[in-house]
């Protein structure tokens, strides 16, 4: 394979990499793409420097994959030209998710729809894939009919500006200085914020919408009804995922772990509860607490974890890639 990498000094795009290096995928090579402050530099790659590029049309030119860890913005400016590469583009941003032709894919639970893909396939929102990747073994039992979720999204969901911002309001208070919140609507040291994202007509926010509109495509179920709050806390790496959920058949708690444990990508965790310092670093997602629901027949109730820059990222984004190269 010829791999680019578009964004490749940011956070995702670093991820990428690394997740590209530890798989040891079969790169002929690889092109690191970035902006024009950062060609030039270079970064690591199995133990070799590799030159940050400016892509343009002659740079994209004989890649067979590019993955875009930019802006929708930059996302949309970039994929004619890698169309015109003839490159298949694997997209972080949620510039094209919900366009008809693009696929929306978790390999784990609908790799085959990125064999579809007309050039261009979407990597999901960061919790959405990793409370899908809990929600669908269940599913597969009797599909979902609602969602109810409540996500916990760590600082570093929001970019490094998120983390810097977060350490250094953690300082301030510890010194008892001025707390600056530029990232974060409000302080988010020692704070919880139920507010990620721009406010719709309906009172919900992008990020919550996310959850049901991209929910629908990766699973295949058009009439699934979600509704969700997304709330930032003080944790530095991985998102939480509390789900309250309804099938069309009654589930034992017993079968939905069965399911869960089977699943590839999920760990049925049940010793103790499973948090973001669990899933840190790594492309598992934790479920725990699968419980019956107290108010719906049908219902049950999870936990979930996973790390957003990995699974609900750039692991995601090289998973598809392989999916994709194997088939």
């Known amino acids: 394979m010829k791999v680019g990498i578009l964004g490749a000094t940011g956070a995702v795009g670093r991820q990428m990499l690394e997740c590209i290096e530890e798989r040891n995928l079969d790169v002929e090579e690889l092109r690191l793409f970035a902006s024009e402050k950062s060609a030039g530099k270079t970064l690591k790659y199995k133990g070799e420097d590799i030159v940050i590029q400016v892509a343009d049309a002659d740079n994209l030119k004989g890649l067979d994959y590019v993955l875009g860890a930019v802006s929708n913005a930059m996302s949309k400016h970039y994929r004619p030209l890698i169309k015109e590469a003839g490159a298949v583009y694997i997209d972080n941003s949620s510039a094209f998710r919900l366009e008809d032709d693009v696929p929306l894919v978790v390999p784990e639970i609908n790799g085959e ?189 999870l936990w979930c974890c996973g790390d957003q820059i990995r699974k609900g990222a750039a692991a995601n984004a090289v998973s598809i890639m392989e999916y994709i190269n194997q088939h």
Request: hydrophobic letters at 40%; aromatic letters at 4%; one cysteine or more.
């Open 113 to 301: 729809d990125a064999l579809k893909h007309n050039g261009i396939i979407a990597n999901p929102n960061c919790s959405t894939i990793i409370t899908y990747m809990a929600l669908a073994p269940i599913s597969a039992l009797s599909p979902l009919e609602t969602v109810s979720a409540t996500t916990y999204q760590a600082v570093s969901g929001a970019g490094i500006g998120g983390l810097n911002e977060l350490r250094d309001q953690v300082k301030a208070v510890s010194e008892g200085s001025e707390v600056v919140s530029k990232v974060f609507p409000q302080q988010i040291a020692f704070n919880c914020i139920a507010e990620i994202g721009s406010y719709l007509d309906n009172g919900y926010t992008t990020e919550e919408m996310k959850m049901q509109n991209e929910g629908r495509k990766i699973m295949h179920l058009p009439d699934l009804k979600v509704t969700c709050t997304c709330v930032r806390v003080p944790v530095y790496r991985s998102h939480s995922i509390s789900v309250v959920f309804t099938t069309k058949d009654p589930v034992s708690v017993e079968d939905a772990e069965k399911a869960v444990a089977a699943f590839k990508g999920d760990v049925l965790v049940k010793d103790h509860v499973p948090s973001p310092l669990d899933t840190s670093n790594q492309d598992l997602v934790h479920v725990g607490r699968i419980r019956k629901d107290l108010v719906n027949e049908n219902g049950l109730v």
